[in-house]
């Protein structure tokens, strides 16, 4: 099936309501998600139609925007979904579709069972990082382990990569995603004992603990701030 087809054939299922609901968005800026099945090829397509047009417009095509530029630039790198396309709704192109994985969520009660897993994950981050991208939600729950044991990474509506141009303008962006790599890196590193199945280092242990105001600062944005916020828009 064509890519063309596909993508047709993906919004004529949505429109007949042939679908199973993965995850209902929890906000205003984030989607709906589906899982589609045509003639046994299975399709996950995130869905922000349904937002108010005002969050389309001035966020979500850009949350599509930014994940479709990860899915296509690592398309060949075997790391992540298949990109299948846009999906055209009734709000217009606020969909997209992508290959359905399945597999498991790294964590204690599969703690060591891949002994690739570890070294994989490190090797993707290291070529995301290296092609000037910060994924800026590295966790558990947006990587899955295929039942062969290779890696597989999602979610990139966070994702933030370095200026390609204009770098000595922008250089505090540059200044931003050095930082959220660094974040990313941490979370690998708390990720380690699950993956790997070995515990950190002392100095593993001692190079993850954040300066004091920086704990305090974070509390503040997300109970004060972030929390409220999006308690509103629900």
Partial sequence: MTDNNLQ????????????????PSRGVFQADVYLVNV????????????RPWWSRVLVCRGLIKREVSVLTHFADSGFVPQYYGLISGPSGRDMFAMEFLDGEHPGVENRGRWPQAYAQTQQFLAM?????????????????????????????????????????????????????????????????????????TEAEI??????????????IWANGINKPILRRFK
Avoid: C, T
């Avoid at 003639?39 to 349904?50: E, H, I």
């Fill in 206 to 219: 001692h190079s993850l603990r954040k300066p004091w105001l920086v704990r305090v600062l974070r509390y």
């Fill in 39 to 50: 003639d046994d090829q299975l399709a996950v397509v995130k869905d922000f139609s349904r």
């Fill in 8 to 23: 047709s054939a993906i919004a004529s299922a949505l429109q007949q309501n042939f679908y199973k609901e993965l995850r």
């Fill in 128 to 200: 995301f990082h290296q092609a000037g991208y910060a994924h800026n939600d590295f966790r558990r729950a947006n990587i899955l382990v295929q039942p062969d044991g290779e890696m597989r990474f999602f979610d990139f509506a966070s994702a933030m990569r370095k200026p390609q141009s204009l770098k000595w303008l922008l250089f505090l962006k540059s200044w931003l995603v050095n930082y959220l790599q660094g974040a990313d890196r941490a979370s690998l590193l708390k990720m380690k004992p699950d993956l790997a199945g070995e515990p950190l």
